[in-house]
């Protein structure tokens, strides 16, 4: 059953209220300068999950595997939390993606596994609550549906 907007909001907000900050400057995979990583590194370094604006939620979401695993797990409440808020498909889309089991076959630069075992069971928890609200609003269902609730229920205590 999927929480109504406002109390999804509260529970993704406690849920991760105690995260601690990415250790060091290491918040962004690539080791290389090029001009995006180097500027989604000046946008998100020494800032707090909750001051992340929507216009940099929404600039960014399609660039969440830039983050490291940590620095992945440190700001996906600001984008949960600015796409519940301000209604943008593209936006819930990338972000759902990202919380969707990646086929074996699939070249990433991360290991999804370890990136979502990263999470606690009370976050684990509002991902799974915000992942069935979003496909209830977007009228999501089917295999992606499927394979995305499935996983989160299963992982979820």
Known sequence: MAFPKTNLSKVIRLAFANSPY???DLIIQSNTDDPESTEMKEVFNNRLWYEITFNEVSFWCSNLPRFTDSAFKYFLPAFLLHSLDNR????????YFYL????????TDFSFEKR???????QKNAILRYVEYEFKQN???GTEYDKTVSYWRNITS
């Open 116 to 122: 979502m075992s990263l999470f606690n069971d009370i």
């Open 100 to 107: 969707t089991p990646v086929p074996a076959n699939y070249d």
């Open 139 to 141: 009228n999501v269902s």
């Open 88 to 95: 943008s498909g593209d936006m819930s889309s990338y972000i």
């Open 22 to 24: 990415p250790i060091g």
